[in-house]
């Protein structure tokens, strides 16, 4: 099946700081989603990216779809202390399969 | 709130015991994806149904099966519970036509004593 690979794993970051989180995968998708959750809540749906190349911004977020359709990459800029969590990425093609995920820490 | 409902909420059974998980999807969406997500670790991919049949499966043990029921909403039976199978359950839905985007219900915390 699909397997994502989401770096890095886990990030610690002073308030106002950039991050960059991406993920490739061995196989393509037309889809890919980008999720953060919070601690024992369901994964909430940051950006959906439908086309190769597409680049979409929501907010402080900016998120891009490989052009190769294999990888994806999130940007959030001027981080801030309730942007901490876990961010997942996903690949949908027939299902959808997830990362393992980017735990961001943010320190005021 | 994301119009996925899950419920329970939170479960605590014995081992080896079986226990049934539901899983409302939004208004109008096919498809139902079935995860879990262990103690700080990712979300695994288990089972997804669409309107009523199995659509792919993931790493889904044989103790646990799903079926999705003709007015779409899925239940989830875990069987023969083991201390490991403590976890979340979450589902999502997706309106399963076209390009679209699936949403996540609020999760089951089974905890398997």
């Known amino acids: 099946g699909q397997q994502l690979n989401q770096s890095p794993q886990s990030m610690f970051i002073q308030e106002g700081e950039d991050v960059s989180m991406n993920c490739t995968s061995s196989?393509?998708?037309?889809?890919w989603l980008w999720y953060k959750q919070d601690p024992g809540e369901g994964p909430v749906l940051l950006i959906a990216?439908?086309?190769?190349?597409e680049l979409t911004s929501n907010g402080r977020l900016t998120a891009q779809f490989g052009i190769t359709r294999k990888d994806s990459f999130l940007n959030i800029s001027a981080s801030i202390p309730s942007d901490v969590g876990i961010y997942f990425c996903a690949g949908q093609l027939y299902d959808m399969r997830f990362g393992a995920g980017t735990r961001l820490t943010v320190k005021p | 709130d994301s119009g996925v409902t899950q419920t329970p909420k939170h479960l605590i059974t014995a081992t080896g015991q079986r226990v049934t998980l539901r899983c409302s999807p939004r208004s109008g969406d096919l498809s139902v994806y079935w995860y879990q997500q262990s103690l700080d670790q990712g979300l695994q991919f288990l089972i997804q149904?669409?309107?009523?049949?199995?659509?792919a499966k993931g790493n889904i043990l044989e103790r646990f099966s799903a079926q999705q029921f003709p007015d779409l909403h899925s239940e989830l039976n875990l069987s023969s519970l083991e201390l490991g199978d403590s976890a979340l359950y979450f589902c999502a839905s997706r309106s399963g036509t076209g390009v679209t985007e699936a949403f996540f219900g609020q999760g089951t915390r089974l905890t398997v004593v």
């Open positions: 990216l439908y086309k190769a190349g």
């Open positions: 196989s393509i998708f037309n889809t």
């Open positions: 149904y669409y309107n009523g049949e199995e659509r």
